[in-house]
Nanobody
Framework: QVQLVESGGGLVQAGGSLRLSCAASGRTFRGYTMGWFRQAPGKEREFVAA????????YYVDSVKGRFSISRDNAKNTVYLQMNSLKPEDTARYYCAARSGWGMPATLRRREEYDYWGQGTQVNVSS
């Protein structure tokens, strides 16, 4: 079992930045792809970004490319999401998720492909 705990959310003005963290504990973190998803009120939970175990592979949804950056520190069992140039439409609850192994983009975008989830952290971007 893997436990995931997100932190770093908050209220920020449009154009600002936030860095989310996701700390993993429990069974070994080794080999797990980590993903970030988000869910706005009344909307489906959507994929944001993913990173492979080694960090060599990353994948982003088009709407955040060039603004968000996913990274990980395996020594600390932590994955990060650096969010820059935030927009009001980025307002959502952000969730960290873990799955075994990498995959094709269509796989990485599917929340059903992830085995473990955190409780989320709220990000609010004001205009």
């Amino acid at each position: 079992q893997v436990q995931l705990v997100e932190s770093g959310g908050g209220l920020v003005q449009a154009g600002g930045s936030l860095r989310l963290s996701c700390a993993a504990s429990g069974r070994t973190f080794r080999g797990y792809t980590m993903g970030w998803f988000r869910q706005a009120p009344g909307k489906e939970r959507e994929f944001v970004a993913a990173i492979s175990w080694s960090g060599a592979n990353t994948y982003y949804v088009d709407s955040v490319k060039g603004r968000f950056s996913i990274s990980r520190d395996n020594a600390k069992n932590t994955v990060y999401l650096q969010m820059n140039s935030l927009k009001p439409e980025d307002t959502a609850r952000y969730y960290c998720a873990a799955r075994s192994g990498w995959g094709m983009p269509a796989t990485l975008r599917r929340r059903e492909e992830y085995d473990y989830w955190g409780q989320g952290t709220q990000v609010n971007v004001s205009s």
